[in-house]
């Protein structure tokens, strides 16, 4: 074996680990997908598992806004009284939204035929082109929407991912900036209580 390639071996030796982790963060840092995968991971932990809280007395402000559905049909969230709103803002080169995405899909799979919830996935892509091509080639089933017109403050600031549910009265019953795990069985109970209450 020649000198050069023992240096190289002894270097690999000795700095193997270093070279990984520094491949790994860069990985990390560049693609969306690592990232995601990153999260996912943190979220099995059950830290970022989301919960539903009691309404406080002032939270039963009503905040409507417009969406147009799949179908290109606008809809208010005030024509939806009497059901329960999930609503997600979400973009498709968002890692935080991508990882997310299999705990809502299992939310969606649970309650999507139930008569009284209403998923609403606002794309905030500037294409909506792209957001509707991310979602089949995941192979996600949830609907797509896009914003028509304004948003209160309350609803969404521009920090992605948010959600929130709203109550059958349209009340806010939740509202997270940021990742979470949607398809825990105490998230879905919660929500099944919401159903329950007139």
Known sequence: MSKSS??????????????????????????????????RQLMKTGVFNAKIEEAAPGDKLVHDFSFSDPDGNIVSTNQLRGKVLFINFWASWCPPCRAEFPSIEA????????????????????????????????????????????????????SLPTTLVMDKAGSIRFKH??????????FIAQLGELLNKN
Do not use: C
């Open 177 to 186: 900036e940021g990742f979470a795990n949607y398809g825990s069985t105490k």
């Open 107 to 158: 939310l969606y799979q649970k309650f999507k035929d139930h008569p009284d919830v209403v998923f609403i996935m606002i794309n905030q892509d500037d294409e909506a082109v792209a957001g509707k091509s991310y979602l089949d080639k995941e192979g996600f089933t949830f609907p797509m929407h896009r914003l028509h017109g304004p948003l209160a403050n309350e609803i969404y600031n521009g």
């Open 6 to 39: 023992n240096r190289t071996l002894l270097f690999l030796k000795e700095h193997g680990f270093s070279i990984f982790l520094g491949l790994a963060v860069v990985i990390l840092l560049v693609s969306p997908d690592a990232k995601a995968w990153a999260i």
